[in-house]
């Protein structure tokens, strides 16, 4: 099936630096779509991106849709310490299932020690 | 508005037991959908209702049943609870349209041991 390669797996951050994060796919995705997961919490949707190239900001969060339309990337700048929690990046595959979402494995950020 | 909302929040059952796990939402979406989340797994689809009166296999259907009762509701059943079906289940809702608000929302999660 379908596989969203998310990465890194985990980071650490420390409080005012930047974090990157990645998610690539062997299909074409006409979605790409950014959550956060608290512990103990449902995903919540961060930020929807629809076309290639797509620059799009929530906060300190900004989120781009490459344009190969095969990947996407998730900046967070100047971290703080709610920012902790696994993120996950969602795509649409262009014309797929009932527009079905494929779902990354998460990228868990935590605070350095 | 209460967005997706989920019961129980947390379960306990013996293998071989029972038991359905609710999920309603007031956002007037058409479709639902159920995810299974293991560690190190990312979530996974189960079951899906595109809209009020049908329903899809996901990718890991094997050991659910589901019902869409209404379109506020969509129930995911565990006939026969077996150790492998631990895990935190998601229930999620999306509105037919175009944008961020008509994407997928997520309920709070049911979290199922079973012994």
């Known amino acids: 099936g379908q596989q969203l390669n998310q990465s890194p797996q985990s980071m650490f951050i420390q409080e005012g630096e930047d974090v990157s994060m990645n998610c690539t796919s062997s299909s074409i995705f006409n979605t790409w779509l950014w959550y956060k997961q608290d512990p103990g919490e449902g995903p919540v949707l961060l930020i929807a991106?629809?076309?290639?190239?797509e620059l799009t900001s929530n906060g300190r969060l900004t989120a781009q849709f490459g344009i190969t339309r095969k990947d996407s990337f998730l900046n967070i700048s100047a971290s703080i310490p709610s920012d902790v929690g696994i993120y996950f990046c969602a795509g649409r595959v262009y014309g797929g299932s009932q527009g079905n979402l494929i779902f990354g494995k998460g990228t868990k950020l935590s605070v350095k020690p | 508005n209460a967005g997706v909302t989920q019961t129980p929040k947390f379960q306990v059952l013996k293998t071989g037991q029972s038991m359905t796990l609710q999920c309603a939402q007031d956002m007037n979406h058409n479709s639902m959908y159920w995810y299974r989340q293991d560690p190190g797994m990312g979530l996974r689809l189960i079951y899906y209702s595109a809209s009020e009166g049908t329903t899809d296999k996901g990718e890991v259907p094997n050991g659910y049943n589901v019902s869409r009762l209404n379109k506020r509701e969509f129930s995911l059943r565990l006939e026969s609870a077996a150790p492998s079906q631990t895990s935190v289940y998601f229930c999620?809702?999306?509105?037919?349209?175009?944008?961020?608000?008509?994407?997928?929302?997520f309920g709070p999660g049911t979290r199922l041991t079973v012994t």
């Open positions: 999620a809702s999306r509105g037919t349209g175009y944008g961020i608000n008509y994407e997928q929302y």
């Open positions: 991106l629809y076309k290639a190239g």
